[in-house]
Structure formats: structure tokens, C-alpha cells
């Protein structure tokens, strides 16, 4: 069974499409992530939702939208892609106050190629 | 700035001999660190954390982690290093943001190649 599942696992698109990735975990966790690492394999934190909740919202252009349905699903939707946001975009979840506990259950990562 | 930095972008060793993978750290109050490790195309595994305690921290594969506050370092070591081993490992620490809630800020990344 896979705790944390992202689709696609691979996304080759055109710049200027709007993309989603899309989120799930089993584990009953109450908080999820959107991290981005880049080519230089460099990880920074985008957004963390808990129980639907957005709590962290980094400086991420307003070109990404996070939306969290329910705590087990976290999707991110891309508008108007660049050739910058190429990277591999991973999902995570944590149990409660997870993010002091440092335990992070990370997805398997979705590669985005914006040509 | 809260943060921690990987001074090595590689470190090769080989197999059956020690492996450590540095990390120093500098954060304002107790430090919450962090290991992780990535293998090829795949996500990132904990591997352990340092809280409060004991300085000497243990994880998962048979690594553990050295807390040293007088020299901020969090350095990672395995006696006995296995091929298998080979990955891109990941210092991290917990940053509080202005509302309570913690991130992970992690470092650059260190790729540890085992040869046999």
C-alpha cells in the first residue's frame, strides 16, 4: 500500500498550459505539503495545509493554487506554466504538529518538463 | 536566519569503511534537526531526528547522528557503509513560522557514493 501517492509521476507540458498534480495519503495524517526541488536537486517548502487548513504559504507566485478537499487530498494546480517551474514536485504528510516532530512521509515526487 | 549547511557536495567511501556526512547548524533556541535521505527517483525517508536527550541519536539502516552543540554540527555516520547506502542525504531543521506552525528547512544535500 503506498502512504503517499502523487499522479502524474511524470508531466511533459507546453508554457503557457495550466497543469494539476494531484495528492493522496493513507496514513490518516493531518497535514500535507507541496515541496519543489529543482535541477540543482535544492528542496524548499510551497505550501502546508492542515485539516484543510491552509498554515504555510511561502513566496510562491499566485500562478499556483494548492486546494485541499479533505486531509487525505492536497492537489496543486500550475496556470500559465514557465520554463522555471520545471522540477520535480513532491507531496508530504505528517501526524498532528508533525512539522515539530520532523517526521515527513514524502510521496514518490512528480517530474514537471515545461517546454 | 534559521538554517543548516552540508559543506560536502559528495563524499565517497568505500565499502565496509565508516561514512559520516556533515551538517552544522545555526538556530536561535533549542534546535530541532533532522536526517533525510533520498534514493534515485524516489521521495525523501526519514531517518532520524534529534530533539532533546541523549546526543548520540539512532535510526533507521544502522545510521545515527552525533548532536554537538558546541560546534552546531548534526554530523551523520554509519560504522560501516554498504553500496546500497549510495543516495543524496538531507540535513534539516525545524524553522518555527510566526503563527506557531514548524516547517523543515533543509540543506543542499550531500550525494554519498559507496563503491565496492
Known amino acids: 500500500d503506498t502512504a503517499v501517492s502523487q499522479t502524474p509521476k511524470y508531466l511533459v507540458t507546453q508554457m503557457g498550459n495550466d497543469k494539476s498534480i494531484k495528492c493522496e495519503q493513507n496514513?490518516?495524517?493531518?497535514?500535507m505539503y507541496w515541496y519543489k526541488q529543482d535541477s540543482k536537486k535544492f528542496l524548499k517548502i510551497m505550501f502546508s495545509y492542515n485539516n484543510k487548513e491552509l498554515i504555510i504559504n511561502e513566496t510562491v507566485p499566485n500562478r499556483f493554487s494548492p486546494k485541499s478537499p479533505d486531509k487525505a487530498h492536497l492537489n496543486l494546480h500550475i496556470n500559465s506554466l514557465e520554463l522555471g517551474d520545471s522540477a520535480v514536485y513532491f507531496c508530504?504528510?505528517?501526524?498532528?504538529?508533525?512539522?515539530?516532530?520532523?517526521?515527513?512521509?514524502f510521496g514518490e515526487g512528480s517530474r514537471l518538463t515545461v517546454l | 536566519a534559521q538554517s543548516v549547511a552540508q559543506p560536502e557536495d559528495q563524499v565517497n567511501v568505500a565499502e565496509g569503511n565508516p561514512l559520516t556526512v556533515k551538517c552544522t547548524y545555526s538556530?536561535?533556541?533549542?534546535?530541532?534537526l533532522f536526517w533525510y535521505v533520498q534514493y534515485p527517483n524516489r521521495g525523501l525517508q526519514f531517518l532520524l531526528k534529534y530533539i532533546t536527550g541523549d546526543n548520540l541519536v539512532k535510526g533507521s539502516y544502522g545510521f545515527e547522528a552525533e548532536f554537538n552543540k558546541s560546534q552546531t554540527s548534526f554530523h551523520l555516520k554509519k560504522p560501516s557503509a554498504l553500496v546500497s547506502d549510495s543516495a543524496l542525504y538531507f540535513c534539516?531543521?525545524?524553522?518555527?513560522?510566526?503563527?506557531?506552525?514548524?516547517?523543515?528547512?533543509f540543506g543542499a544535500g550531500t550525494q554519498v557514493v559507496v563503491t565496492p
Open positions: 496514513l490518516g495524517h493531518d497535514t
Open positions: 534539516a531543521v525545524r524553522v518555527m513560522t510566526t503563527d506557531s506552525w514548524g516547517k523543515l528547512q
Open positions: 508530504a504528510s505528517s501526524r498532528p504538529g508533525g512539522s515539530n516532530t520532523g517526521e515527513l512521509f
Open positions: 538556530v536561535s533556541g533549542n534546535p530541532y
